[in-house]
């Protein structure tokens, strides 16, 4: 009784969109490092420029 369970499971683990999580991870990880890049670009061209 546990195969058609198992089978079910991987047929919705096999139809995950994978395009959409990397994005989304992705952007995730973009948002979370943007204070580091405002800092870094403070430093090469003024803080009245990233303002």
Known sequence: ???P???SRLQLFLS???DC???LMGGT???SLSPIFIR???YEIGPNATI
């Open 1 to 3: 009784m546990d195969a």
């Open 5 to 7: 369970n198992k089978v």
């Open 16 to 18: 995950l969109p994978i």
């Open 21 to 23: 999580l990397a994005a």
């Open 29 to 31: 990880i973009c948002l």
């Open 40 to 42: 870094l670009s403070e």
